[in-house]
C-alpha cells in the first residue's frame, strides 16, 4: 500500500476532524438556516459524487457488455440501497433535531444514537473511498490517481461541515467540548478503516469492481435522501438549502473532471 494511497483515504477522515474542531470556536448551536446551507452543500457533493467518480467509471468498465453495460451499475446500486435500508433497520439511532429514534428499540443514550446516526453515514463514503483506491492501486481499471484524489478531496469538503454539525449539538446535548471533538472525530474514524478493509481486499474487489462502485453509489444516495435532504427542507420554507446543494454539486462535478 503506496504512502499516496494511505494519504488519500485519511483525507476524508482530515475533513471531519476539522469540522469537528468547530465546537471549540463556535456557538453550542448552528442556526437553523446554517445547518440548512451545511445539509444542502453535504448532499450536492455526494450525489455529484455517485454519478462522477463511482457510477460513470461503473458503466465504462462495463462498455465490452455493450447496450447491457447499464447492468452491474444497476444491479449494484440496488444492493447498496438494500443494504443500507438493512443498517438503517437493524441499528438503533437518532438523526438531528429529531425527536424519536429510528431501527429496534434500545436504552442508548440520545447522544450515543446521535453517534451512530452519522456512523452509519459514514460507511458508504469509506467502502466509495476504498473501491476507488483499490481499483487505482490494481492498475486494472480505468481508474486514475486524480480521479481518486478527487473523491477523497471532496468527501472531505462534505465531511467539515457534518463534523460542525455532529459535534456541535452533542457539546449543546451536555457533552463538554473536548468530549464532543473527540466524539465527531471517533464518528468519522469508520471511514479510512473501512477505505483499508476494501483494499485489503483487492483482490477480490477488482473482478467486480463495477458492481462495487455503484454499491457505494447507492449506499451514498440512499444516505441522501433518506437523511440529508429532509433535514436540509425541515422547519420554514427556506430555498437555502436547494442553493447550497447546487453549490456543492458543482464544486464536485469540478473537481472530477479537472483533477480525474
Not at 4 to 22: D, H, N, Q
Not at 111 to 116: A, E, I, K, N, Y
Not at 186 to 198: D, K, N, Q, R, W
Request: charged share 10%; with cysteine; hydrophobic share 55%.
Amino acid at each position: 500500500m503506496t504512502l499516496y494511497v494511505l494519504e488519500g483515504i485519511m483525507i476524508p477522515f482530515f475533513g471531519t476532524a476539522l469540522g469537528s474542531a468547530c465546537v471549540f470556536f463556535m456557538r453550542k448551536n448552528l442556526s437553523d438556516m446554517i445547518r440548512r446551507a451545511l445539509t444542502g452543500f453535504a448532499s450536492g457533493v455526494m450525489v455529484a459524487a455517485s454519478i462522477w467518480s463511482l457510477i460513470i467509471p461503473a458503466m465504462e468498465q462495463s462498455a465490452g457488455l455493450g447496450k447491457m453495460s447499464f447492468l452491474p451499475s444497476c444491479a449494484g446500486f440496488w444492493l447498496g440501497i438494500l443494504f443500507l435500508l438493512m443498517l438503517d433497520s437493524i441499528t438503533p439511532h437518532l438523526h438531528l433535531n429529531a425527536d424519536k429514534a429510528e431501527g429496534p428499540r434500545s436504552e442508548l443514550k440520545r447522544t450515543t444514537m446521535m453517534l451512530l446516526a452519522v456512523t452509519l453515514h459514514n460507511i458508504p463514503e469509506g467502502m466509495a473511498v476504498g473501491v476507488v483506491f483499490a481499483g487505482l492501486l490494481s492498475g486494472n481499471t480505468s481508474i486514475t490517481g486524480g480521479g481518486a484524489l478527487a473523491l477523497a478531496i471532496g468527501i472531505a469538503i462534505q465531511n467539515f461541515p457534518e463534523g460542525a454539525i455532529i459535534s456541535m449539538p452533542l457539546c449543546a446535548e451536555g457533552k463538554s467540548r473536548g468530549r464532543a471533538f473527540a466524539d465527531g472525530v471517533l464518528s468519522g474514524a469508520v471511514e479510512p478503516v473501512g477505505a483499508i478493509l476494501t483494499i485489503l481486499a483487492a483482490g477480490f474487489i477488482i473482478p467486480a469492481m463495477p458492481y462495487l462502485l455503484s454499491f457505494a453509489a447507492g449506499a451514498m444516495m440512499y444516505v441522501v435522501v433518506e437523511e440529508l435532504i429532509p433535514e436540509m427542507s425541515a422547519g420554514e420554507h427556506s430555498n437555502v438549502g436547494v442553493v447550497m446543494f447546487a453549490a456543492g454539486f458543482t464544486l464536485m462535478m469540478a473537481l472530477d473532471v479537472a483533477l480525474g
